[in-house]
Each structure stands twice: as structure tokens, then as C-alpha cells.
């Protein structure tokens, strides 16, 4: 079956090499790299961010990013802690993130944290769910696609911004590079730190007290040199992603008035990739080799009232991955075009909470087809078959009919299929002791329906989109209890999620003036609906920590060289336990955030100022952890 498989995709690309015109593109469209009819099939399904919103914005972190400005749902354990992304009421692991093509998400965790990438650190995002995930497993939710590109023409490249804020936070960035007709060399590098210190009302506490967070500081420090060079008809690419963080995590409100955790976490990794890409009249080769490096220092000691330590946990964990891609694009007429893809993938990690050193092998095949069935119907059909270890795990198809309407002007609709899976983390496997060898993959079927209508009248922009989606995870794979003390991983819950999303954007502009709306809106249902549910008494409740209402929107007003911003963003009720009777909190209330942010431009200086959270609300985003009041932040930037 291996050798067939093997035989197969090798030969569309034998086909597809056969099939390409001797004349080659010019260079200008070399950015261009994905088929216009795949962008047709799968519009509704992916979203890129505002690029101008990514430069505004690329002093704070993704999780910033992403809970202001898109459908996404981040769990935050506040400033400086862990940060994770869900789509679709789905877990932080079912959440892919790629880097150019390349998975992020850690071999032992599975998922990544949102805090430790800064906007800084790229060029554009982009979100995709639904049939959009295919050509990579893990994404049971949706992805997020970070990625870095050249620009061209622009000579000599200086960028510099300094910050302060709120809780001595400092931020220093600066980008210097060289960009010619062919060439572009560019290197970014940042230091980010706060001490974090910020005061909170206790509510741990009868009665409540207002309270300074302690020992919650952390910095960052990066650095990523890039290159890419044009040639007559090909484009090399070099990129090297290197950061270190030091974080003390928050800690938990406390019930009496001492410190008794000392937490923290050291983080250490090198990203580097190399990008070849071959085009012709008619298609393009693509060539990608990448080697990831990432070291975690965990460190954990409690005490007691008296001052004595009574638990130290102390880990190292280093993880070795290397990645390997030929993805070849044929396009065989004006409304068809062919995509075939190998992808080899190789993870190796050593952890102190592991027996010895485990390692993980993946083969990829992955096939798509895009064209046009009639005048207003386009389909796209993908399949993606993985061995894992060895082992075949199975054929994974998506479909995509997108059709565009006659009688109402650019209003197109959207109704696709897929099916996905995500490999157990090597933690749910091999950690010691309770993991579980024997875990099978989680594997979900998603349904989608959108709607996308986009229109232009005059000076006025309009866009709005409604996704209705419904899925099934089976094998989800939870963590319970034992009779010897420790938690295993089973394969126990079959989750059903549905829900909608909702997306509008309006601008306007007038000389100079510039006004713009947009905002998200998601409902989400995810429920247990498992024999196991069942017997806890959980089936059909909502899940913990998703919240079956989150909504932000934003509204910008540029004149001249000043600018204003408004910002919301509201979370809605989430549960903390499938136990209604548990004592404490069962329910995290509802909340709402208002942000501002001044700006004015003076010749190459920017000047801008934030206030977040003007209105001084009290939250938690996650139970017992201590979330930031009002704060504030200028931000001095010169650009050549």
C-alpha cells in the first residue's frame, strides 16, 4: 500500500512537471504563488489579517492581536502567562499554527503559547478553518498561518520604536535591512519586559482586598535575520526565528496573606528554514527544508506558611524537529488547476518526565484539485494520507463548492466538508507516569455553510460574512484519574460542536480622512456527548473555559496625521467545572474591555498612546488569576 501510495503521488508530479509551457513568469508576480481559483474555493474559509492593523499593532503579542481583532477565542492567564487559541469550541491543541508552512506546536504539549510571539516578529496572518485546514492535520479547529515576505524596491530599511507603560513595561524593536530590485536583507530584533506588578482586588480573600501582584515579571529578547533573492524565474528564501524568554508565572490569588509559590519558566529556540520556489508559465515547484531547536526550563517550589519548601519540581525539556516539503502546482487550463505535496517531518524529544528519548516519524501525501464546474459554481476536492511511525493512519478528504450569485451582485455562498485528525502529544503518550502508548488519533468531521457578500460604492467599502458550521470529535482524548493517584490520557469523549460566526468591515475615506468599523461575533456550543458524559452527569453541558458568546469590534478614524481608536472586546460566561455543585466558583461572569489609542505622525516620528481597559473593570479570565485594571502606554516610533 506504501509503494502505491508513493507511486501515485510521485506520478502527478511526474505529470505535472511534464505538463509546464517553456516560457516563465516575469518576476513582478513572483509573490503570487497560490492559484487564483483556490482563492475563489476557499475564500469564505480563510481570513488574512488587515496588513495595515499588523504594522499599527506589531509592538504587542499575538494573543493581544487575536483577542481584539478576530474570531478567535484566547484563554489568558493574563500579562506575561500562558496564552492559548481556540476555534470553534475546540481546545488549545486542536489549534494548528504554522510559520511559514512549518508547525509551531510543541512535540510534547501539542499546543503553543500566543504570549511568547510578537506581532513584530511577521509580516502577515491569516486564519483558516473548515475545509481551509486540509493540506495539514492537527487543525480539528482552525489554523493560524503566520508568515514572513520580502518587499522590494525600497532601499535602506530603519525602523525604530521604543515604548513604556503601565507596571515599568519597556519595549524596544528595530528593523534595518536593505531592499533592491532583486534582493531583500532584513534583520528584526526586540527586547520586551514588564515587572508586572500591577494591583488586583482579591476575591479570594472574605472580605476582598486590593492586592499587588508579586514574583509575575518577565522579558523577552529575539532576533531573526532574513534574506531572499530573485533570480530570472525562482526565489531563495532564507529565515532565522531566535528567541529567549524568562517568565515568573502568575500565581493564583491567595487566600491568606503570603507568597507560598515560586513558578517560572525559561524558554530557549532557533527557527530556521530555507525556501526554493521554481515557476513557469503554467505552475511551481516549491522546495522547503526547516530545522527547529526549542529548550523549556519548568521550575516549580511551594512552601509552606512556615517557610518550608514542601514540593520542587524541576524539568528540562529539548525538542529537535526537522521538516521536509515538495508541494508542485500545475495549472492545466484557465479553471483547473492540480496540487500535489510530501511533506517528511521528524520531531525528536528528551524530557526529564520521560523514560528516555522519544522520537516522532510522519510521511505526508497530500493531492488537491481546484476548477470551475459552471459558470458560477467552483469546487475544490483535497486528500491527505499520513504514516505515522510507520503506521497508516488513513485518507482524510475535504470539498469545497463555492457559488456566486447572479441576481445579487457580489454575494458568493460557501458549503464545504472535511474530515481531520490530530496525533496524541508525545506528553499524552510517553509522559511518566500515566501516559497512555496505546492512545488513538482524535479524528472530527466538520460541515460548513457562509455566506461572504463584498461591495464598493464610491468611497464606501462594505464586507460582511456569516459561517454556520456543526462537527463531531470522536476519540477526544481526556485526561482522568486512576486508583494509583495519577491521571492517564483515555481515548473518552466524543464532543459535538456547532455554532456561527459573524464578520463586518466598513471604511470610508475622504481626502484625508479615513474612517473604519469592523468587528467578530461567534456563538459556540460544545458539549460531551459520550457514554462517560453520561455517567458524570456533564452530557450536554457546555465544555470549561468556552464561552458560548465572545465578540470584539474596532472602530479607527484617521485625519491628517492624527489618529484615534476605539477597541472592545466581550468574553461571555464560561464554566470552571462540569460540576455544578462544586464549591467555589462553578461560573466565570461575563465581561467587557474598552480600549483608546491617540496617535500623531511629525515628520518621520510617530507618537501614540494606549489606555487599556479605561474603564477599570474587575475580571477573571481564568479562575483565581489576577487580571490587570486600567494601565497605559506610549509608543515613540522613527521610520526612514
Known sequence: MMIKRCFVVLSLMMFVFMAKAQDTIVLQTVEVVDSPLKKTAEASMERSMDPSLIKRLNTVSMSQLLIQHSPVFIKTYGPGGLATASFRGTTPSHTLVLWNGFRLNTPSLGQVDFSTIPVFMTDNIALQWGSSTSSNSGGLGGVVKIENNGHYGDGLILDLKQSYGSFNSIGSYLTLGYSAEKCFVRVKAYRNSSDNDFEYNNVALIPHQIMRQKNADFVDYGVMPEAEFKFKNSLLSVVSWNQWSYRNQPQIMPNVNNDNT???????????????????????????????????????????????????????????????????????????????????????????????????????????????????????????DDVVDGKNVGLFPTATLSYTFNNIKNLSANVGYSHNYRNPSLNDLYWTPGGNPELEPENGKTWDFNLKYQKEIKRLKIESQLGIYYSMVNDWIQWVPTTYRYWIPENVSEVLAYGLELHFGLNYSLKDMNLSLSGNYVYSSTSDMSEMAELQNTKGKQLIYIPKHHANAFLSARWKTWNVSYTMEFTGRRNTSMNDDEFFAFQLDPYMLHHLSFGKQICKFNIEARLNNFTNVDYQAVLWRAMPGISWEVMIGYKL
Open 262 to 384: 515560586k513558578e517560572y519558566n525559561e524558554n530557549v529556540f532557533s527557527r530556521n528554514f530555507i525556501s526554493y520556489k521554481y515557476y513557469w508559465t503554467t505552475g511551481r515547484l516549491m522546495l522547503k527544508t526547516a530545522c527547529f531547536f526549542e529548550q523549556q526550563h519548568y521550575f516549580l517550589q511551594s512552601y509552606t506558611s512556615g517557610g518550608d519548601p514542601v514540593t520542587t519540581v524541576d524539568t528540562d525539556n529539548d525538542a529537535l524537529s526537522f521538516f521536509n516539503m515538495v508541494d508542485v502546482e500545475q495549472y492545466l487550463s484557465p479553471n483547473w488547476t492540480v496540487n500535489a505535496k510530501i511533506q517528511w517531518d521528524n520531531e525528536n524529544v528528551e524530557a526529564d518526565s520521560y523514560d528516555s528519548r522519544k522520537k516522532r516519524d510522519m510521511l505526508s501525501f497530500y493531492a488537491a484539485v481546484d476548477g470551475n464546474l459552471f459558470a458560477n459554481v467552483d469546487l475544490r476536492f483535497t486528500l491527505r
